[in-house]
């Protein structure tokens, strides 16, 4: 078992390439840092030598040895070689055996290429997929974070509204469709509205709560929409028109989402 089991088995399949010549500067490095430390890569490479020695010699040969050559002279004309120019060969190959060698290593490249582009495209998958979960985790942190703010911006809003100098309670009770429901609103003409209720029914789906301040006016006025939680609380804020006429009473109906202008449904709580 190689000593660094990870890194050789990233690096073993860039055997054929390195014999070849044919990886990058940076990886040739580091395969080469890799096989003086690893016997198994370093037997491979050694392995694939004679794949490289017959690309090396794939190239036509020039002239044959002066050596063959004289003998094969020799052989035609019975005679030793004379110092005259003797017809050049027509450029051949020295071995029958080194195209097809050449042919298997270029065989055995492309396949070595085919694997490492394989290899390349699903490290850049994987690190595509890393980039992608941190980027989502990113905007969860972001979301986190602005509701964080909106939350403490909240309850900073509400607590300057309860400590308002300005500040009015009203008390209002359950109706009959909520007999024991309660809420509180506290209100101040320079800071808004604050309403707290609990035990309030779960609201129908298309259905919301809606806020009213009565005033000596006939029609009341929309303080805002709310739904409880499924505990039936609520503490929501509302702003409220610094004109707003002084209040004598809230009331809380029952309304199609989205609210309405004036009440139409039943009565939840009320407060004078
Ligand atoms: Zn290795």
Redesign the pocket.
Known sequence: M?M?AP??NE??EQAELYVLGALPPTERDAFET??AS?A??AA?VKALSPVTDALAHAAPQHDPPPALRARVVRSITGSPVKAAPVPRPVPTRSSAALPWLAAAASLILAAALGTYAANLRARIGALELRLQDATERAAAGERQLADVKRVSVEAQSQIAILVAPDLQRIDLQGQSPAPKASARAFWSRSRGLVFTASNLPTVPPGKTYQLWVLTKQPAPISAGLFKPDPQGRVAAMFETPPDLPQPIGMAVTIEPDGGVPSPTGDKYLVGL
Request: net charge negative; proline share 8%.
């Open positions: 190689p660094n890194e050789h690096l073993r890799h096989i690893c198994e890569c491979h």
